[in-house]
Every structure is written in structure tokens, then in C-alpha cells.
């Protein structure tokens, strides 16, 4: 499995304000994606992104919330925009299998997001 | 209704105790099975991962699909402190598609 980091680990920051959280991953991948955790709720994808094309947004994030960079096949970035408390949450990247076909994906440590 | 059911717990064992961990699911497309251990503070960790129905034993740990119900468990044996995290169950179509989660089961096991 891929072995996977992300910075930074937490943050506190201040409303109005933006945050961009780093995932490197120690093996070229394909296919990587983005999840928010929320207490009590289970992991919701924001979006996927592939490299070489635009990332793909679930119902309910947009790009201008949540812009998303893949410059290459170890690295992507998210930013959360214009930050209220709402967006206070965990923030996991997560790569797809070597075996695209078993929908297996391996997770970062996560950062975690607070708002104030 | 979620496309994927799971009990929240929390479930409380002692040390030694069989353990199952349940998920319910409603999209018979699901193929891939998967369970995830997270501990405090910490990622997903890929525990089992099984493909269409039956068993699948990995050490203490055994992940069963019965597709015919939409039902898949996951049973940990001789169960132990270490073991307390939240599970995980989730889901995939196949292809690389997005999963779909649980919203996990707290599982504490006491000494």
C-alpha cells in the first residue's frame, strides 16, 4: 500500500481566511481523492482528482469553495476558502489501489480543521 | 433512507470477547466490500477487503458478504484492548468509482 502524508496535521484559523492542505503520496497514483469527516458522520467524498484533468465535484462542493490542484501523480493540494465555523472538520486525502478495478483506497493521516 | 447503514455503537467488550460488527446496504450494484479500522486522531486504515459474496479470514479478523441479504459483517476474535478504534464498513461499484461509508461503529474493548 501507498504510503501517504498530508500537511499540515491541524490548524486553527480565523474566519474569512483560506487554508491549503498538502497530500503527498510516496508512489505515482492515478486517482486521488478528497474526503471531509465531520464528528459522528461518516467520510464524505468532496471530490476526485485525476492528473492531467480537472477534479470532479460530489453534489454540495464547488470549486470555488474547495479549489483542487494535481500538478502530478504524488501530489495534490485543497484549499478551503473563505473558511467559516462550519467548515471546522477533518480533511482526509486518499489514493485508489494499484488494482483500479477493486475500489480500495488507502488515507493520509488527515488534517485536522478548526474555525473560529 | 442512507445507502449504507451502520450502528454508531458505542459497543463495549471484554478482553477475549467475539466481536461483529455489522453494515446494511441498500444498492445491490456494490461488488467491493471493504473495512476500515480508525483510531483516535488517525486515517483509515484498509483492515479486509472482499470482492462479491462469502468469507474472507485474515488472522483474528473475518469479513463475511451475504449480497442476497445486503448484509456484511465483520468478526474479530479473541478481541483486545488494542482493538478499540471505530470500524469502518464501505463500499464501491467497481472501476476505481467513489466508495461509500458507514458511519462507523465505536468499538471499546476493556481489560
Known amino acids: 500500500s501507498a504510503v501517504i502524508s498530508q500537511k499540515p496535521s491541524r490548524d486553527i484559523c480565523q474566519r474569512g481566511t483560506s487554508l491549503t492542505i498538502q497530500c503527498q503520496v510516496d508512489?505515482?497514483?492515478?486517482?486521488m481523492f478528497w474526503y471531509r469527516q465531520q464528528p459522528g458522520q461518516s467520510l464524505t467524498l468532496i471530490a476526485t482528482?485525476?492528473?492531467?484533468?480537472?477534479?470532479?465535484?460530489e453534489s454540495g462542493f464547488v470549486i470555488d469553495k474547495f479549489p483542487i490542484s494535481r500538478p502530478n501523480l504524488t501530489f495534490s493540494t485543497l484549499t478551503v476558502s473563505n473558511m467559516s465555523p462550519e467548515d471546522s472538520s477533518i480533511y482526509l486525502c486518499?489514493?485508489?489501489?494499484?488494482?483500479?478495478?477493486?475500489?480500495?483506497?488507502?488515507f493520509g493521516p488527515g488534517t485536522r480543521l478548526t474555525v473560529l | 433512507q442512507k445507502e449504507v447503514e451502520q450502528d454508531p455503537g458505542p459497543l463495549s467488550v471484554p478482553e477475549g470477547a467475539i466481536v461483529s460488527l455489522n453494515c446494511t446496504y441498500s444498492?445491490?450494484?456494490?461488488?467491493?466490500f471493504m473495512w476500515y479500522r480508525q483510531y483516535s486522531r488517525k486515517g483509515p486504515e484498509l483492515l479486509m477487503y472482499?470482492?462479491?459474496?462469502g468469507n474472507k479470514e485474515d488472522g483474528r479478523f473475518t469479513a463475511q458478504v451475504d449480497k442476497s441479504s445486503k448484509y456484511i459483517s465483520l468478526f474479530i476474535r479473541d478481541s483486545q484492548p488494542s482493538d478499540s478504534a471505530t470500524y469502518l464498513c464501505?463500499?464501491?461499484?467497481?472501476?476505481?468509482?467513489?466508495?461509500?461509508f458507514g458511519t462507523g461503529t465505536q468499538l471499546k474493548v476493556e481489560l
Open positions: 464501505a463500499m464501491g461499484t467497481g472501476g476505481g468509482n467513489k466508495l461509500t
Open positions: 444498492n445491490s450494484a456494490f461488488q467491493y
Open positions: 472482499t470482492y462479491s459474496s
Open positions: 486518499s489514493v485508489g489501489g494499484q488494482l483500479a478495478s477493486t475500489d480500495t483506497q488507502y
Open positions: 508512489s505515482q497514483v492515478t486517482m
Open positions: 482528482a485525476n492528473q492531467g484533468s480537472e477534479a470532479t465535484y
